[in-house]
């Protein structure tokens, strides 16, 4: 079985985003997509109280960790989420995309010790993008990515990161 296990316990995340300060780095290719989930981000930091994030584009999800972790060594922010789309074509260019943004992302992170929300989107194809980044009441990546920044910003305002 794969996935979340249900349990009967809950473990409920701090999502108070009053006052926590978010860029977004969003990748222009696959822009259709993009926007969506940036239009997610968007009503997923509102939701929490945050204010809206400072936006800057990227041509694409390659590019995506490199601003990442130029806003989070700058330090006028206190979560970066990358929010891009990546769909599978005919050739390897996908792998080489999908996981240098990922691994990318990850290094920023970890390098600055500023969360850094990997909102990609990695998928087969156009329909399963779209499925990932619906409006409001559908999933959305971007919207998960808010929330995953906010909680991220309250557990290392906890641990004194």
């Known amino acids: 079985m794969a996935g979340d296990v249900a349990s009967d316990r809950r473990v409920e995340p701090d999502l108070d985003g009053r006052g926590v300060r978010v860029a977004v780095v969003a990748g222009r290719f696959n822009d259709g997509i993009t926007f969506r989930l940036l239009d997610g981000v968007t009503r997923g930091l509102e939701a929490l109280g945050a204010p809206a994030p400072v936006v800057e584009w990227v041509p694409g999800a390659f590019e995506i960790p490199l601003a990442a972790k130029a806003f989070a060594e700058a330090g006028g922010v206190d979560a970066v989420i990358g929010v891009g789309c990546v769909i599978r074509g005919a050739t390897t260019h996908y792998e080489a995309v999908?996981?240098?943004?990922?691994?990318?992302?990850?290094?920023?992170?970890?390098?600055?010790?500023?969360?850094?929300?990997?909102?990609?989107?990695?998928?087969?194809?156009?329909?399963?993008?779209?499925?990932?980044?619906e409006g409001p009441g559908g999933h959305n990546v971007g919207e998960e990515g808010a929330r995953t920044a906010v909680e991220m910003v309250r557990l290392l305002a906890r641990i004194g990161a």
Do not use: K
């Open 98 to 133: 999908a996981g240098e943004c990922a691994a990318g992302i990850l290094r920023a992170g970890l390098a600055t010790g500023v969360p850094i929300v990997f909102g990609v989107l990695t998928t087969e194809t156009l329909d399963q993008a779209l499925e990932r980044s």
